[in-house]
């Protein structure tokens, strides 16, 4: 059993970053492949980047590519998302996941185990 925290969201302005994080228990987050979802009111989960088990190169949605940075703490077993440059498109609840395979996929269905889940507003 895997039991995923997330932490850090709040309120910001745009243009302004933040970094949430994501507390591992369970099982240890090197070897589990990880992603960062959002989910807008109205609006279906998406995919906002993962990180496959090992040393697997990141892999970012195109609406947050150069803004967001995913990595990963093993001596904390806590996954990380630095978003920077934060639009107001960007207001959304993010999870992060892991996922029982080695390859990130960006269907939320493939994911095994989520957080509760933390608030991002982007608004001035």
């Known amino acids: 059993q895997v039991q995923l925290l997330e932490s850090g969201g709040g309120l910001v302005q745009p243009g302004d970053s933040l970094r949430l994080s994501c507390s591992a228990s369970g099982r240890s987050l090197r070897t589990t492949t990880m992603a960062w979802f959002r989910q807008a009111p109205g609006k279906e989960r998406e995919f906002v980047t993962g990180?496959?088990?090992?040393?697997?190169?990141?892999i970012y949605a195109d609406s947050v590519k150069g803004r967001f940075t995913i990595s990963r703490d093993n001596a904390k077993n806590t996954l990380y998302l630095q978003m920077n440059s934060l639009k107001p498109e960007d207001t959304a609840v993010y999870y992060c996941a892991a996922r029982l395979y080695r390859s990130v996929r960006d269907d939320p269905r493939e994911y095994n185990y989520w957080g509760q889940g933390t608030q991002v507003t982007v608004s001035s």
């Open positions: 990180l496959s088990a090992g040393d697997g190169n990141p």
